[in-house]
């Protein structure tokens, strides 16, 4: 790895889009010191119980994302993109700050996030983003923010009315993810201009991977969204349709066209069945606890992947 962009002392912070999501970044900042947790939630036991495995994935990306921008942050700075160094930063924090308001949030809940044993494919995804250059990684956080988004849409509207706690805190994550979805766009699209076709058709690869890995995942939680009168089979379709879109304005079209999303992988075998919502007592299962133990080791070990120059 070159040293050039991280001894140089005077980089050129241009005014571009990355660094004005920078400053949006920085004055938009909030804790959950913020929000009202005395509110916090007016739920059915049921409905507690369907969000805290609905989120699952969503806080357990919440927290490789946070790893895995530190992680790539020094592959940024020896390429000498010095305003995306900035906007990373920003990135870590907006992460770091959705990993612990939603660890209070399950407190509150009364449940504690799916275990691996009943989600295997959360390592499988985010074991997946984590290969390759920092393309890669910025394609796969993408992908994650879309999930994100989606997920607050979809089950936001559904706790407003009755729950203002959980819609104000929805609101709140989805404007972050506005942010990290127009830097992931801006920074995708002017590396993949320059990429071969084979480096091209990678990602595409890895875009199908992660697809099936999101439906295998929305299998084991779907009792859980019709909890919500969301139907499972729309929000895998309403993810899909963006990461289409968001792969055309970046140059990844693959002319799949109306052929729809990759056929589902061959199931996975693993050693202990996901339990169903109604085999659960009031409080979600946990993990093995040897797993529970090693989970902060297992999670450095897949985000300190040593990351290949772009």
Request: glycine content about 8%; hydrophobic content about 45%.
């Amino acid at each position: 790895m070159g040293a050039t962009g991280i001894t140089r002392v005077f980089p050129d912070l241009s005014d571009d889009l990355l660094l004005n999501l920078f400053h949006k970044g920085a004055r938009a900042q909030w804790t959950s010191r913020d929000l009202d947790w005395t509110t916090a939630t007016t739920l059915s036991p049921r409905r507690r119980l369907a969000l805290a495995r609905l989120l699952t994935p969503v806080y357990f990306g919440e927290q490789t994302a946070m790893a895995g921008a530190s992680r790539i942050l020094p592959e940024v700075m020896a390429a000498g993109e010095a305003t995306a160094q900035l906007y990373l930063a920003s990135f870590i924090m907006d992460e770091a700050r959705h990993f612990e308001t939603l660890t209070r949030l399950y407190r509150s809940l009364g449940h504690d996030p799916l275990g691996l044993r009943e989600m295997p494919e959360l390592l499988r995804y985010y074991h997946r983003i984590s290969q390759g250059d920092r393309a890669d990684w910025v394609w796969g956080i993408l992908f994650s923010d879309l999930i994100g988004k989606h997920f607050y849409r979809a089950i936001g509207p559904k706790l407003t009315p009755a729950d203002p706690f959980l819609g104000d805190l929805g609101s709140r994550i989805l404007l972050d993810e506005s942010r990290h979805l127009a830097f992931a766009e801006h920074y995708l699209r002017r590396n993949v201009a320059r990429m071969e076709p084979a480096r091209r058709r990678a990602l595409i690869e890895m875009r199908d991977d992660l697809f099936r890995n999101l439906r295998a995942m929305t299998e084991r939680v779907r009792a859980d969204t019709a909890a919500f009168d969301v139907d499972a089979d729309d929000f895998l379709g309403w993810v899909w349709s963006d990461v289409e879109v968001f792969g055309k304005r970046i140059g990844l079209a693959d002319g799949r066209g109306d052929a729809g999303p990759p056929p589902p992988a061959a199931p996975l075998k693993f050693d202990g069945a996901a339990a169903s919502p109604a085999s659960l007592p009031d409080k979600a299962e946990k993990a093995e606890p040897i797993v529970a133990r090693c989970f902060g080791c297992l999670l450095s070990l897949i985000c300190a992947r040593r990351l290949a120059p772009a």
